[in-house]
């Protein structure tokens, strides 16, 4: 259900700070109104009275704003959908000294009250019947890659398991940066540039593919194999994109 609580987080200076103003916000408001009520009887309560009016709508407006904060750490839907996990993350010793690293999936039971790090994934919202998935072409396969054409999927995890899904966008920009989840495994010939950024070696585009009627009861962002079904080639025209690829010649 969209606007449905997902998490909630804690921050330790925040909650301070909205029990704090509440404590405030409440003497300022009794002070205020001891004195409307000794208006008339009290000469010196009408000079006091505006100064402490404006104490409380102060006060309101920082519990209101500290309020904002709070509710911020509150993860909401942002649709209709069902929770999809992110990327596992394994286990990790701690240093001396650091707060309980969290390890597999953020909202698992477990990490209760474990630290979550600036920019953690908890999870995606979705439907699991409209998953996607990325391939990375060679640049010398791309021209006869074609939108529409099927493709077979096999997943790492899965490996006895093959789903069918269909070419939907051909990027026309080759990939720069590499995925982390392709970053490891020796899968893609790769180097580190003098930023410390994973990239190609060759020159490679994205495609992206989305599943048929038998869409995987998949984790987010894992990793497998495709091969796409295009049309048949002749051997002449196979043998000539080889001696590209191998020799680099210049036609």
Not at 88 to 110: H, V
Not at 143 to 166: C, I, L, M, N, S
Not at 188 to 213: I, K, M, P, W
Request: charged share 30%; glycine share 6%; net charge positive.
């Amino acid at each position: 259900v969209k606007e449905q609580v997902i998490a909630r987080r804690q921050n330790a200076e925040i909650g301070r700070d909205v029990a704090r103003l509440r404590g405030e916000l409440n003497v300022a408001r009794r002070q205020q109104s001891n004195l409307e009520a000794r208006l008339l009887d009290d000469p010196t309560a009408a000079r006091q009275l505006p100064a402490a009016r404006e104490l409380v709508n102060d006060v309101e407006q920082q519990l209101a704003r500290r309020a904002r904060d709070e509710e911020k750490l509150t993860i909401r839907a942002p649709i209709a959908g069902t929770i999809l996990p992110p990327p596992y993350r394994p286990r990790q010793a701690p240093g001396s000294g650091e707060l309980t690293a969290w390890y597999g999936y953020p909202l698992e039971a477990r990490n209760r009250g474990c630290f979550l790090e600036p920019g953690t994934l908890v999870c995606l919202v979705g439907s699991p019947a409209k998953l996607e998935t990325i391939l990375l072409i060679d640049e010398t396969q791309i021209p006869f890659v074609k939108v529409g054409e099927e493709v077979k999927v096999q997943f790492d995890e899965r490996p006895g398991e093959v789903y069918r899904a269909v070419v939907a966008e051909i990027s026309a920009d080759n990939l720069t940066v590499v995925p982390r989840e392709l970053a490891f495994g020796n899968k893609l010939a790769l180097r580190n540039d003098s930023r410390g950024e994973t990239r190609l070696l060759e020159n490679t585009y994205q495609v992206r593919a989305t599943f048929q009627s038998d869409a995987p009861d998949q984790r987010i962002r894992t990793t497998g194999r495709a091969k796409i079904l295009g049309p048949s080639q002749t051997l002449g025209s196979r043998l000539y994109r080889y001696l590209r690829r191998t020799f680099g010649m210049q036609w």
